[in-house]
């Protein structure tokens, strides 16, 4: 089975930046496409960004396009997110998601992490 651990979460200024970190389990998951979603409280998960499973192609929101950068390293089994210029606003739960599929939806995904907490200060 697999699982997908989220790391790197936390409180930062608005501003300031952060990496997640997303790690996979099973070594069968560097060929799935992974993505990052989030969601704030009471609102529904939204898309963040995605990566192909070569990590020639990427795909961003537009809320964090020129901000947020979305990396892998297959050789690891990991996916990162590093998010620049943070705003109150990015404050959420943020989720890795993994599958073979290349989408925005959360439909998309059948595998997700627990997620990792971010709060932005103003």
């Known amino acids: 089975q697999v699982q997908l651990v989220e790391s790197g979460g936390g409180l930062v200024q608005a501003g300031g930046s952060l990496r997640l970190s997303c790690t996979a389990s099973a070594r069968t998951v560097s060929a799935y496409t992974k993505a990052w979603f989030r969601q704030a409280p009471g609102k529904e998960r939204e898309f963040v960004a995605t990566i192909s499973n070569t990590g020639e192609n990427t795909l961003y929101a537009d809320s964090v396009k020129g901000r947020f950068t979305v990396t892998r390293d297959n050789a690891k089994n990991t996916v990162y997110l590093q998010m620049n210029s943070l705003k109150p606003e990015d404050t959420a739960v943020y989720y890795c998601?993994?599958?073979?599929?290349?989408?925005?939806?959360?439909?998309?995904?059948?595998?997700w992490g627990q997620g990792t907490q971010v709060t932005v200060s103003s």
């Open positions: 998601a993994a599958d073979l599929r290349f989408g925005v939806r959360t439909e998309a995904y059948n595998y």
